[in-house]
T-cell receptor, first 112, second 113 residues
Framework: GESVGLHLPTLSVQEGDNSIINCAYS??????FIWYKQESGKGPQFIID?????DKRQGQRVTVLLNKTVKHLSLQIAATQPGDSAVYFC???????????FGQGTRLTINP | GAGVSQSPSNKVTEKGKDVELRCDPI?????LYWYRQSLGQGLEFLIY????????KSGLPSDRFSAERTGGSVSTLTIQRTQQEDSAVYLC???????????FGPGTRLLVL
C-alpha cells in the first residue's frame, strides 16, 4: 500500500548549522506534500507545503525540495536555532484521496 | 480564537469508564479529523468528517470508539469502557477542503489508570 517513510528517525545538529530532514513516499500519484513540526506537548504545526508541479519552495529559513523521479521529499532548515528542536512529520495527499498520509516523524535536536 | 481548540487538555480516568473529548475546528472548515498519537509515535488516523457526508470511520480501532459532529462544526470523540492501551494524545485537525492542509489543535492527553 501507499506509505510515507523517513530515512532517519533522529537527527542532531549544532546550533547555527543547516539541517536536512528526508522523507520517501511510495505513491507516484501523490500531488501534495506538507511538512509539520511538533514540539513537545503540542499539536503538529504546519510549516510549509509543496505541490507536485513544483520542485522547490522556500519559506522563512525553510526550503522544501521535491524529487518526483525518486519520490523523495526533504525539508531544509537554515541556521538552526534551539527552537527548531522538535519532531518533524511529512505528509502526502494524492488527488481524490480524502485524507493525508503521515510519515513516522524525525526527531531533530539542536545542540548548543 | 482562530485555531483549532480541544478540551479537556488532560484527562485521567479509571479503566472501564467512558470519556468524551471535544474539538472545535476553525470556523468555516468543512473537514474534521481525529488522530491518536502514542508516546513517541506518529499519527494514527481515527475518523474523518466532511460536510454532510457519511464519516470515514476506517481508522477506529474498536467499536468502543465513536465520534459525532453536530451542526457541521463541533465534534466529540467518545471512548467507552476505556482500557489502559487507550492512553495517548488525541489530536483533532480541520481543513477547508478535503485533503488540503490540516490545522491541528493542541490535543487531549488521556491517561487510563
Amino acid at each position: 500500500g501507499e506509505s510515507v517513510g523517513l530515512h532517519l528517525p533522529t537527527l542532531s545538529v549544532q546550533e547555527g548549522d543547516n539541517s536536512i530532514i528526508n522523507c520517501a513516499y511510495s505513491n507516484s500519484a501523490s500531488d501534495y506534500f506538507i511538512w509539520y513540526k511538533q514540539e513537545s506537548g503540542k499539536g503538529p504545526q504546519f510549516i510549509i507545503d509543496i505541490r507536485s508541479n513544483m520542485d522547490k519552495r522556500q519559506g522563512q529559513r525553510v526550503t522544501v525540495l521535491l524529487n518526483k523521479t525518486v519520490k523523495h521529499l526533504s525539508l531544509q532548515i537554515a541556521a538552526t536555532q534551539p527552537g527548531d528542536s522538535a519532531v518533524y512529520f511529512c505528509a502526502e495527499n494524492y488527488q481524490g484521496a480524502q485524507k493525508l498520509v503521515f510519515g513516522q516523524g524525525t526527531r531533530l535536536t539542536i545542540n548548543p | 480564537g482562530a485555531g483549532v481548540s480541544q478540551s479537556p487538555s488532560n484527562k485521567v480516568t479509571e479503566k472501564g469508564k467512558d470519556v468524551e473529548l471535544r474539538c472545535d475546528p476553525i470556523s468555516g472548515h468543512t473537514a474534521l479529523y481525529w488522530y491518536r498519537q502514542s508516546l513517541g509515535q506518529g499519527l494514527e488516523f481515527l475518523i474523518y468528517f466532511q460536510g454532510n457526508s457519511a464519516p470515514d470511520k476506517s481508522g477506529l480501532p474498536s467499536d468502543r470508539f465513536s465520534a459525532e459532529r453536530t451542526g457541521g462544526s463541533v465534534s466529540t470523540l467518545t471512548i467507552q469502557r476505556t482500557q489502559q492501551e487507550d492512553s495517548a494524545v488525541y489530536l483533532c485537525a480541520s481543513s477547508s477542503q478535503t485533503g488540503e492542509t490540516q490545522y491541528f489543535g493542541p490535543g487531549t492527553r488521556l491517561l487510563v489508570l
